[in-house]
């Protein structure tokens, strides 16, 4: 092997972590998508029974719901985007990685930046997404109690 693959398996070596990143931050983006298309799904089910809705305390309690199905909607896209923009920045150090070694500059800095703004977006995309699980999880506990209340009368 002639010194230039060896430098070539060298920088592949160093670019296997962040790819691994990619490859955690792609599950997250599909176990987020796939609670996105539920959360919609059950949003526009909620929609068209509370168009035909009549009795006043079903409603107000459907549409309640519609509401923290929206704003976990809104929660979702947002940590879907983080998780997106994260994901941009890792390749952007992989970039970094293979540029620098072929072209013999010094991205140092600029690997060291990328990386941490990857991971920060990251630590929030995780935040924002734990936000989501505890409103759908505070909205079913609200169901349980409504339903405890029913049965007790």
Known sequence: MDASATDLAQVIQVVVAPVFMLTGIAGFLNV????????????RVMERRINIMKNPSYL???QNELKNLWRRVKLIN???GLCVASALFVCGVVVCLFV???????????VIALFTIS??????ALLT?????QLATKTLQMGKE????????
């Open 78 to 80: 947002r940590a879907i």
């Open 129 to 133: 997404f734990l936000k989501e699980v």
């Open 100 to 110: 620098g070694d072929l072209w013999l500059l010094n991205f140092r800095n600029a």
């Open 32 to 43: 987020m998508s796939g609670r996105l298309g539920r959360i919609v799904d059950r949003a």
């Open 146 to 153: 409504l339903i405890d209340e029913e049965t007790a009368s």
């Open 119 to 124: 991971l920060i977006l990251l630590i929030f």
């Open 60 to 62: 107000e309690v459907s």
